[in-house]
C-alpha cells in the first residue's frame, strides 16, 4: 500500500454552509468582543471580576473563537475562508490612481481637521462652547482624517510610506519643456 503526502496542492473550493457561516461569524465576531469592555465594566460586580472579564474580551475569547472557527472548517476551509475575507478587504482598499479633484477634497477632508484641532483652543475663548461637546468635535474630526486616507487613494498611501524610509527619494514631474528633466519627464530631487 503506497500513500502520499502530497501537501503543495491547493485545497478545493469549500462550499458555503452552516459550518462555514458559523465559522465565520465566530472568527468576526471576535475581533468586535473588546467593545463590550463598558458593558462589562457597568456590571454590578466586584472589580476584580469585572477586570478579569475585560481581560478576556481583548485576550481569551476572541483567540478562543478563532480556534473554534478552524476546528469547524478544517484546513481547506480556513484557506478558504481566509481567501474570501481578504479579497473582500482588497475591494474595500482605495483604488491606485485618484482624479485630480478627488485628491484636492482628500487633501482638504486631511488638512481640516488638523487646523480645527489647532486653532480650536483659541476659537472656543471668542465663539464659546455653545454648540457641540468636545467629544463630537473630536469624533467628527477624526472620522474625516481617517476616511481622507480613502479618499486620497493608493498612491498617496505609497507617499506616507516613503516617510519612513530612509533611501526613498521624492520624484516630482517637471513643467512641460524644462530642460534638464529626466528620461521619463521628471525631476530628481534629493542627494544621491
Known amino acids: 500500500m503506497q500513500t502520499s503526502l502530497d501537501t503543495s496542492t491547493k485545497p478545493e473550493r ?28 457597568a456590571l454590578p460586580v466586584p472589580v476584580a471580576t469585572r477586570a478579569a472579564l475585560s481581560a478576556l474580551l481583548v485576550f481569551g475569547l ?25 479579497g473582500a478587504a482588497k475591494k474595500l482598499g482605495p483604488p ?4 485630480r479633484l478627488r485628491y484636492r477634497i482628500g487633501l482638504v477632508m486631511l488638512f481640516l481637521p488638523l487646523a480645527a484641532a489647532l486653532l480650536e483652543p483659541y476659537l472656543s475663548l471668542l465663539v464659546g462652547d455653545r454648540h457641540l461637546p468636545h467629544w463630537a468635535h473630536g469624533a467628527i474630526g477624526n472620522t474625516l482624517f481617517l476616511t481622507s486616507f480613502f479618499v486620497l487613494g493608493g498612491e498617496f498611501w505609497d507617499k506616507v510610506k516613503a516617510l519612513f524610509i530612509y533611501e526613498a527619494r521624492a520624484v516630482l514631474p517637471a513643467p512641460a519643456g524644462t530642460a534638464g528633466a529626466g528620461v521619463d519627464g521628471s525631476q530628481h530631487l534629493g542627494a544621491r
Open 96 to 99: 491606485a490612481h485618484v482624479t
Open 62 to 86: 476572541p483567540q478562543l473563537l478563532t480556534v473554534i472557527a478552524i476546528a469547524l472548517v478544517g484546513k481547506s476551509g480556513l484557506h478558504y475562508l481566509i481567501e474570501q475575507v481578504s
Open 14 to 41: 469549500t462550499p458555503l454552509g452552516w459550518r462555514m457561516n458559523l465559522a465565520l461569524v465566530l472568527w468576526i465576531g471576535g475581533f468586535f468582543l473588546p467593545l463590550l469592555i463598558p458593558l462589562a465594566a
